[in-house]
């Protein structure tokens, strides 16, 4: 790996409405991940995956009703993300690292029963994890996201991929806004630029639309395995996709045909919003969680 950047501490002074102490852990490649870490330490976890191009951020206003329903909410920040180490080389960067990256950040946390939170490239990583640990987790609640293998990218996603390759810009902040339909704040917009500083620091979150596995890609077989356990998984799998959402339209189908656990759940349900549904329907998102957790009875 080549050079590493770490954002200043300073770009992340006085966020609006993200009150949470910074917590790390050095994974074994010298790598700093951060993580929010709110909420009795032996209460049941709910880990919320982040995805492209936000950071934990994103489930800010998530955190508070979900530690006040009783849970301990974990949100890490992607290696690349947030207050996370920053590779400054795109080649650094590869679906199965990032997997491994967390696996073994959730290892050394010694989490279990876990309620697994995810949107975007947060369940591209998640439910690998739960297809590698499913003995780990109590619960999946998807919105906004999957677990592609290969598929025909969808045109609003391949012009996407094609901005993160070749804009000579890349405005963290205003492709939140552009993704949701809510409207954000300037200092919410600042807050989503605060950890890429520089243009090298957006090397991981300009490759990520590359890494995602769909037409030929190098992770479809693992995608394909990761398939087989999901196919297998009878725990409460619970999909809330937004309403407004053009790249994943349609996404919740296949895991409520294919998924055991999604395929008797009456929780299902539409949420109002973009793509980025924490920012316009957090609360919708939050009652889906706090049902499937009471159904998968932790």
């Known amino acids: 790996m080549g050079k590493v950047h770490r954002t200043p501490d300073a770009r992340f002074a006085a966020l609006p409405d993200y009150p949470f102490d910074p917590r790390y852990h050095v994974l074994t490649d010298g790598l700093r991940l951060h993580y929010v870490d709110e909420g009795p330490r032996t209460a049941t976890p709910v880990l919320m995956m982040h995805g492209e191009p936000s950071w934990s951020y994103l489930y800010r206003k998530m955190v508070g009703p979900t530690v006040e329903a009783g849970y301990r909410v974990l949100a890490p920040d992607l290696i690349g993300f947030g ?3 920053k590779p400054t080389g795109k080649s650094d960067y590869t679906y199965s690292a990032h997997v491994a990256w967390i696996a073994e950040w959730l290892d ?3 989490l279990n029963n876990v309620v697994l939170a995810c949107q ?3 369940s591209l990583i998640g439910l690998r994890l739960v297809a590698a640990m499913p003995e780990r987790f109590a619960a999946v609640v998807l ?3 999957g677990l592609p293998a290969g598929q025909a990218p969808p045109p609003a996603f391949a ?3 094609a901005f993160s390759r070749y804009s000579p810009v890349f405005p963290i902040g205003g492709i939140i806004q552009k993704a949701t339909t809510t409207q954000l704040s300037p200092q919410t917009v600042a807050a989503y630029d605060a950890p890429f500083d520089t243009r090298a620091s957006k090397a991981g979150a300009r490759i990520f639309p590359s890494l995602v596995p769909l037409g030929e890609n190098v992770a479809v077989p693992d995608q394909l395995e990761a398939w087989k356990v ?3 998984f009878d725990k409460p799998f619970t999909c809330c996709f937004s309403d407004r959402d053009p790249i994943t339209r349609g996404g919740d189908r296949e895991f ?10 009456p929780l299902h349900r539409t949420l109002s919003g973009g793509h980025f549904i924490q920012e316009d329907d957090p609360q919708g998102f939050v009652g889906a969680i706090l049902e499937t957790a009471d159904r998968a009875g932790v």
């Open 120 to 122: 975007d490239w947060g």
């Open 230 to 232: 999901l196919e297998q």
């Open 143 to 145: 919105s906004n996201g």
């Open 83 to 85: 207050k996370s180490d």
């Open 108 to 110: 050394a946390m010694g």
């Open 159 to 161: 012009k996407w991929r």
């Open 256 to 265: 409520r045909e294919r998924v055991p656990g999604a395929r008797d759940n």
